[in-house]
Structure formats: structure tokens, C-alpha cells
């Protein structure tokens, strides 16, 4: 066997690679990676905060039980009653189940799961892992891992919905919702939009470079051999599988922030203060509305202006027909009548390309570089009983030598920015000339300071800070 399959000796052995950066979060999260606290808090403020929902009701495939986890229940409240007090969270990997596992190297062995993993908000209102099932369907194959499970068996559960994490971060809230969906729009956008419509001029900052580093991506990353073929589980056509899969809950509201938010029960402030990512891009998503919405209503004076343009319509009509095939479930619009329709759509485009890339994409290297804390692989299959796991077979279950390395390397890489970046806001080249529309440019870069400035100045102290939408840190597209 290659030096660069064999195994770690044991987790301090990960450090032999692991690169300390001043001023990133990831020394803290190889310190602290094992603990409750820290698995919780990254469904809140990794970078894939976009998985929790609200648990409204137990699913009958997750068969969890107020015995199994009354000693973490912290209210005196039963199972069930914390359910209805809206204390319960829920990750469900669900699109993993039955995704072919990469089987590139015939000389080693890859594993999927499709865990689901109950939360709990305590009284301190930390969310904390209280039950893990490693596949969809119940049975004595497939326990409930538990925190009262020996060490071993509740760390290698964890690692598991870890390992998924990443499968679904880099796949499908990556990838697909942010790269390949501001693709879409782009190419849209240059087959019916003139150069001289205003919204080219809006949107045109927005989709620089997009088209080129998917291109790079399709080239080295996601192809035959690429990346995901030496490093990642769901390499070698999974990824494919996955995301074609994917694209039937990708619906126009799913990529609306404020929507996306309400419908997975995260907006209730007072109930979860610490989830920033959501309270960060509340703050973003407004500015840039508000923004397009001075550029919109001073071109369009009213939805009748917006009904009669052609180019448009022909616009919207081309990313419903060709970008998201027409399938009836996306819901994308195919004509819109209202100038406040056209305002929301392209709040959707410009957050898509700068926030929410950003929120999801320059974390990587904070809270993906401590290998054990987000294997890019798993070469053990998931545990079938309690009792089994040990330091060896969690050593034997996450990534080899080279694939921790290539791991490694594609985290950092993704989570550099460009030498000549431009942040959001910032639009250098003049393509309006506009009075009207430059007064509303300086407005909204206003927005973006005094949002940056109250970002600093939560952050300051904090041994975890938020800072992957703060607006200094968001480029204006999706460009790495």
C-alpha cells in the first residue's frame, strides 16, 4: 500500500499537517472539536448553517424516545414537551440516502451515511447533540447513538453527521445553490440582456469571474480525477447523483434569505441569539434590497414599464425555461408583473452571488482544515452496534494521509480571496452614469460599513467570531 493511504497513528497525528494560521478559528476547533458545544454550535455559525430546522414533530423514521434522552433535557420537561416549547432541532441528511460512494481507488474502501441528528436548545440557549441515527430507516442495525453511549461510540457518531456535513455543504449548499445557480442567472443574463439595460448594469459586477471559475472548477475540481475523485466520499459521480437529487427541494423561495430562514423555524431571535449567520444576513439581504430597489423603481416608474420590457421578461422566462428546465416544482416565475417581484428577484441573484457564497464558502479553511472535525472521506462503514467503537477504528474510519492532504489544500485554497478583489458595494467600473442611481450606490455602501462596524464590534472578545457576512469580508460575486 502508497504511503498516502495508510492511516494516522491518532489524532494528534493530524497536526503533522495541519497548517496554524494567526487570527482563524481553526486552532479552536482542533482544541475544542470533540465537545457537544462545538458540534452544536457549528449548525448555527459554521459554514453550513443552513441544514437545522425546528423539530415541530418527531419523524417516525427517528424513533427517539424521552427515556433515551431525558438526562439531557434540562427543563423538567418531558420529550415531547420540549417539542411543543420549540426547544427540539433536527439535521436531517435525508438527500444522502442511497448516493454511491466513490470507488475510484480500488484500494480503498468509502462510505456514505444519511444521519439524522436531534438538538436541543438548554437553558443557556446552546444547541446541544442529544441523539444521532446514522441512516434513515430504524433497526436494530441502526442504533441511536446517544451522549450516554461509551466515549468512543457518541465521538465516532459525531464525526459521522460531520462527515455528511461536508458532503452536503460542499455539494449542494456550495456548489449548487450558490456557484452553479448564479451561473444560471448569468447566462441568462448575457444571451437576453443588452450591455446597456440597466439591470446588465446592476447584475454584471455580480456574476464577474462566475462563469470562469466554474469552468476551473468543472476542469480540475468536480471532473474525472479531479479533486473530489482523490479526496471526497461522494467523488467519482456521486456528486452528480447528489445534486441532481438536490434540485427537486431547490425551489425560487428556498433562495429568498428571509424565506429560507422562516421555513426551517430559525427566525425567532430571543429563542436563538447566538445564530449570527442569520442575523448578519438579515442586515445584508435589507441593504441590498434596499438598494436594488432605488435602481429598480427609478427605471421602472411603474409595473406597467416592467410588463411591456421584452428583454426582461425574455430574462426571467429564459432561467425558468432553460436554467431550471421548467420542472413545476422550482416555482421560479416565468413573467413577472410587479416592479416589487423584479426587486425581490434580483435581491436574490446579487445575495446569492456575494452573501450567501460568502457565508457558506470562506469559512472552509476556519472549521474544515481540522480533519476530524469535517472528514472529506470515511473508509469504515458506519457503525452497525454500540460497543464497537475505539480510537483505532475512528483513526481507520477518517481519511488517509493523502487524502487528508488533498482535503487540506482544496479548504485553503477555496478560502482565499482574489489579489484583486472587489467587495461588496464597490463597482469601480462606471456602467451607470446616473445621478439618481449613484446617490443610491453611496447610500448603500453607507449601509455596509455601519452593518461591518456593528459586526466588529460583537465580535470583539469573542473566542468564536462571526464574520463570514460581515460586508468587508464579502466579495461582490462568486469568483473563487
Not at 417581484?341 to 479553511?365: R, W
Amino acid at each position: 500500500m502508497h504511503m498516502f493511504q495508510t492511516s494516522w497513528t491518532d489524532f494528534a497525528d493530524f497536526e503533522k499537517i495541519f497548517v496554524r494560521i494567526k487570527n482563524t478559528i481553526s486552532e479552536y476547533v482542533m482544541q475544542h472539536w470533540k465537545e457537544d458545544f462545538m458540534f452544536g454550535y457549528q449548525f448555527l455559525n459554521g459554514c453550513n448553517p443552513v441544514v437545522i430546522k425546528k423539530c415541530t414533530k418527531l419523524p417516525d423514521k427517528f424513533p427517539v424516545t424521552n427515556e433515551m434522552v431525558s438526562v439531557s433535557l434540562e427543563r423538567d420537561l418531558t420529550l415531547e414537551q420540549e417539542v411543543e416549547a420549540g426547544n427540539i432541532y433536527i439535521a436531517d441528511y435525508e438527500d444522502l440516502e442511497g448516493i454511491s460512494p466513490n470507488c475510484t481507488d480500488p484500494c480503498t474502501l468509502q462510505y456514505l451515511a444519511a444521519p439524522i441528528c436531534l438538538l436541543y436548545r438548554n437553558v443557556q440557549n446552546k444547541i446541544m447533540p442529544i441523539a444521532i441515527q446514522l441512516g434513515q430507516t430504524p433497526g436494530k442495525d441502526n442504533p441511536i447513538f446517544l451522549p450516554t453511549d461509551g466515549q468512543y461510540d457518541w465521538l465516532l457518531a459525531k464525526i459521522w453527521v460531520r462527515s455528511s456535513d461536508f458532503q452536503y455543504h460542499q455539494n449542494i449548499t456550495h456548489l449548487l445553490r450558490t456557484h452553479l445557480m448564479t451561473e444560471m442567472f448569468a447566462v441568462a443574463m448575457y444571451r437576453q440582456l443588452p450591455a446597456v439595460h440597466p439591470v446588465y448594469k446592476l447584475l454584471i459586477p455580480h456574476v464577474r469571474f462566475t462563469i470562469a471559475i466554474n469552468t476551473k472548477a468543472r476542469e480540475q475540481l468536480i471532473c474525472e480525477c479531479g479533486i473530489f475523485d482523490k479526496a471526497n466520499a461522494t467523488g467519482g459521480g456521486g456528486h452528480v447523483q447528489l445534486i441532481q437529487k438536490s434540485m427537486k427541494n431547490l425551489t425560487f423561495r428556498s433562495l429568498c434569505f428571509p424565506d429560507m430562514i422562516k421555513a426551517r423555524g430559525m427566525d425567532n431571535k430571543e429563542e436563538l441569539p447566538t445564530y449570527f449567520y442569520r442575523d448578519d444576513g438579515y442586515r445584508v439581504w435589507e441593504a441590498t434590497k434596499s438598494f436594488v430597489s432605488d435602481v429598480v423603481r427609478f427605471y421602472y416608474t411603474s409595473d406597467e414599464m416592467l410588463q411591456e420590457d421584452v428583454e426582461i421578461q425574455a430574462f426571467i422566462k429564459d432561467v425558468c425555461s432553460f436554467g431550471m428546465q421548467d420542472f413545476d416544482y422550482c416555482e421560479f416565475p416565468k413573467s413577472l408583473k410587479l416592479r416589487e417581484e423584479l426587486i425581490e428577484y434580483l435581491t436574490v441573484i446579487v445575495f446569492t452571488a456575494s452573501a450567501q457564497h460568502a457565508a457558506v464558502n470562506f469559512g472552509q479553511y476556519d472549521w474544515c482544515s481540522w480533519i476530524p472535525n469535517a472528514p472529506s472521506t470515511m473508509r469504515m462503514p458506519p457503525p452497525s452496534k454500540k460497543g464497537w467503537a475505539t480510537v483505532d477504528l475512528i483513526i481507520n474510519s477518517l481519511p488517509d494521509r493523502g487524502r487528508s492532504s488533498w482535503h487540506l489544500g482544496a479548504v485553503w485554497a477555496l478560502s482565499q480571496y482574489q489579489d484583486n478583489e472587489l467587495f461588496l458595494g464597490t463597482y469601480p467600473d462606471e456602467h451607470f452614469i446616473e445621478k439618481p442611481v449613484k446617490a443610491a450606490m453611496e447610500k448603500f455602501r453607507k449601509q455596509l460599513v455601519e452593518i461591518t462596524s456593528t459586526i466588529k464590534s460583537r465580535n470583539e472578545g469573542k473566542k468564536l467570531p462571526y464574520y463570514n457576512m460581515s460586508p468587508d469580508k464579502i466579495p461582490n460575486s462568486v469568483a473563487v
